[in-house]
Nanobody, 125 residues
Framework: QVQLVESGGGVVQPGGSLRLSCTAS????????IGWFRQAPGKEREGVSA??????????YYKDSVKDRFTISRDSAKNTVYLQMNSLKPEDTGTYFC????????????????WGQGTQVAVTG
């Protein structure tokens, strides 16, 4: 069974950093587009960042509000995709999900086929 697992969330003060990780069981992340989405309380889920499959050259995409602050990357040896989040703001608070989709997925939109359970990020203080 395909399973994605996120980790790395937590509570951080504004201006702080977190690194989220997305790992997978039973399939190789390099073969898929991987997206990071977030959902704030009372709001719709939104695409934050995405990286296309290695076969597509692995280009990266970012929501405008996180450009120059967030970086998505792959570690193929660890079968992991990271989202490095710097200069965090209170509006970055939410549950962050990683998702895997076919190479033809629209990066920040989808459709993505497999989803993790999410990891909580709270920027407060």
């Amino acid at each position: 069974q395909v399973q994605l697992v996120e980790s790395g969330g937590g509570v951080v003060q504004p201006g702080g950093s977190l690194r989220l990780s997305c790992t997978a069981s039973w399939f190789i992340l390099d073969h898929y587009a991987i997206g990071w989405f977030r959902q704030a309380p009372g709001k719709e889920r939104e695409g934050v960042s995405a990286i296309l499959s290695v076969s597509r050259g692995g280009p990266t995409y970012y929501k405008d509000s996180v450009k120059d602050r967030f970086t998505i990357s792959r570690d193929s040896a660890k079968n992991t995709v990271y989202l490095q989040m710097n200069s965090l703001k209170p509006e970055d608070t939410g549950t962050y999900f990683c998702a895997a989709g076919t190479p033809d997925v629209v990066p920040l939109v989808g459709p993505y086929d497999y989803w993790g359970q999410g990891t909580q990020v709270a920027v407060t203080g």
